[in-house]
């Protein structure tokens, strides 16, 4: 360092005081180097650098406690909670009270309609009662038919019905002529009766006719219940249908129908005897009056011979009583019964 600049490190080591005051040491003697250009060139030569900048340290700085200085502690941070939501509840409806009033009022409406249609209904209806009459209809003129295509087709030539002929020689107590629908009705009509009756049915043309004719004719009777097309075809188309009325109101039918020309009884007896006694066996239900009730005949038995006076006849009777079917050749007349009361009264007019 040179000489002619003093150094005050050198100076002494107690600062003075005031008067009558001790005086203060100074802590130690600082060392500090003192840079001038002189040496920086020095340091440079000796180094062959630039000189090192001089840090100062830096001094920590204290952290004051809230509690050094009398101030309250600061809380340590908490986790908010949330609070938990509240569902409302539905809120019940206030029950209504029924009205008192709606059940009288009804009840009343009730009184009053009924009182109404009972007192005052009876004397307004014949106002509305009265029929209207209605206005005549008016028929217009009517024109003349146009005229008739000419053709060559022939017309149909009308057909005949067969005239109806009783083949019995004494008349039966009443004849009836009817529509073959028409025989459900005669229940009604036999109640009238008091005592037996034979009653001869002649049916009227119907629309269940032949094409040949226009009534129900014996061969198609015949046919009608299985009878064979040639046994059927032997007979005229003419026959009497009768019902018997017993003295118990019971109807029994029957019929009488007649051999054509040049056919023989008793060969038709030989031929087709066990034939019709066969099929009517089987199928006897169309023998009886079923009406409105049905017919319960049971079972059928056997077929065996009876006699009515002179006759040898045939018949065959069932499990229940009173249900018989007979029948008998008269000349070259059939015969066919559902009754033997009935039966025999038929033969004694024929």
């Known amino acids: 360092m040179p000489e002619d600049i003093p150094n005050p490190l050198e100076k002494e080591k107690l600062i003075s005081t005031g008067e009558g005051e001790t005086p203060l040491a100074v802590p130690g003697q600082l060392e500090a180097d003192i840079r001038t250009m002189a040496s920086d060139l020095q340091s440079l030569k000796e180094t062959g650098s630039a000189a090192k900048p001089i840090t100062a340290p830096v001094k920590e700085e204290e952290i004051i406690q809230p509690d050094q200085i009398g101030l309250p502690p600061i809380p340590a941070p908490s986790t908010p909670t949330m609070p938990s939501p509240e569902i409302p509840l539905p809120a019940s409806a206030p029950q209504k009270k029924f009205p008192l009033w709606i059940p009288i009022l009804i009840v009343g409406i009730l009184a009053i309609a009924a ?50 002929v009783s083949l019995f020689k004494t008349p039966p107590d009443q004849t009836l002529s009817m529509q073959p629908l028409e025989l459900l009705g005669l229940e009604s ?48 188309d003419n026959y009497s249908l009768y019902i018997y009325r017993d003295k118990k109101g019971g109807l029994w039918p029957g ?26 066996k089987k199928d006897p239900a169309s023998f009886f009056w079923t009406g409105s009730t049905g017919a319960d005949f049971g079972q059928a038995q056997v077929w065996k011979n009876i006699k009515f006076g002179s006759l040898n006849a045939r018949y065959l009777s069932f499990s229940k009583p009173g249900y018989t079917i007979n029948y008998v050749w008269v000349g070259n007349k059939l015969a066919i019964g559902s009754s033997y009361d009935g039966f025999r009264e038929v033969l004694k007019k024929l």
Not at 201 to 230: C, G, H, R
């Open 115 to 164: 009182a109404g249609y009972f007192l005052v209904y009876p004397f307004v209806s014949p106002l509305f009662n009265q029929k209207i009459p209605p206005e005549p209809a008016v028929t217009p003129p009517s024109s003349p038919p146009p005229p008739a295509a000419p053709t060559s087709t022939p017309a149909a030539k009308p057909v005949t019905p067969v005239g109806h």
């Open 255 to 280: 019929v009488v129908g007649q051999l054509k020309s040049g056919f023989n009884s008793l060969e038709m007896q030989k031929k087709y005897g066990a034939l019709i006694e066969s099929i009517t």
């Open 189 to 236: 009509w036999f109640k009238e009766a008091t005592s037996s009756l034979l009653v001869e049915i002649v049916l009227l043309p119907s629309a269940l006719a032949t094409s040949s004719t226009s009534t129900l004719t014996f061969p198609y009777l015949l046919e009608q219940n299985k009878w064979p097309s040639d046994l059927a075809n032997s007979f005229e």
